[in-house]
């Protein structure tokens, strides 16, 4: 079975371009969540859907980030503008939306804004 | 804010020895899990533990949850090369929202 496949695995940009990452989760999985992870602040949660509605956004840092989840097969994490300070691994994660369950990580994306 | 901390941040061993990695929150969970993360991956579950004192054993891996569900330890015994990872612990929020909390991760080398 395929996991959670997330794409560019890698993309450098230059500050102030717009960046879209992109993740499509485990078939039949109902959450989608996008956590972002650095050296200094860890795994951090960003946003968290369910049967595709945003449920929880209070992770985002700011208006320059945006999610989307069109179909339960997709979604996107927009950054526009880029930012150095933007630089991370982006995961994405897919579960069954039962406590306990498994969250499947997708193999991130690597961003650098230069 | 829930925040996991978890301590030590790093570990270095000898092949053979045991140790312990501490995952504590001020906050109750209604479950815990600990995963594993190898470098140029995404995490990897190890365990969910749900009740508070339950304990889990996965080969050499001990995973215990708090009483309070505030905390959580894993015990690995006679530590091999292949458990060098970072080690997270991840609660989940009682909220009812699923929404899973990571801690600030356990980086743990063993040496042959």
């Known amino acids: 079975d395929a996991g959670v496949i997330q794409s560019p695995r890698h993309e450098v940009t230059e500050m102030g371009q717009e960046v879209t990452l992109r993740c499509k989760p485990i078939?039949?999985?109902?959450?989608l969540f996008w956590y972002r992870q650095t050296m200094m602040r860890g795994l951090e949660l960003l946003i968290y859907?369910?049967?595709?509605?945003?449920?929880?956004d209070s992770g985002m840092p700011e208006d320059r980030f945006s999610a989307k989840m069109p179909n339960a097969s997709f979604s996107t994490l927009k950054i526009q503008p880029s930012e150095p300070r933007d630089s991370a691994v982006y995961f994405c994660a897919s579960s069954l939306r039962v406590t306990g369950n498994t969250i499947y990580f997708g193999e991130g994306s690597w961003l650098t804004v230069v | 804010t829930q925040l996991l901390e978890q301590s030590p941040q790093f570990l270095s061993i000898q092949e053979g020895e045991n140790l312990t990695v501490y995952c504590n929150s001020s906050?109750?969970?209604?479950?815990l899990q600990w995963y594993r993360q190898e470098p140029g991956e995404g995490p990897v579950l190890l365990v969910t533990v749900v009740t508070g004192g339950e304990v889990k054993k996965l080969k050499r891996l001990t995973f215990q949850f708090g009483d309070a569900r505030k905390d959580s330890s894993l015990h690995i015994t006679a530590a091999q090369p292949g458990d060098t990872g970072l080690y997270l612990c991840a609660g989940a929020t009682t909220s009812g929202t699923y929404k899973y909390i990571f801690g600030t991760g356990t980086r743990l080398k063993v040496l042959a």
């Open positions: 906050s109750v969970f209604s479950s």
């Open positions: 859907f369910n049967n595709n509605v945003p449920i929880d």
């Open positions: 078939s039949g999985h109902n959450s």
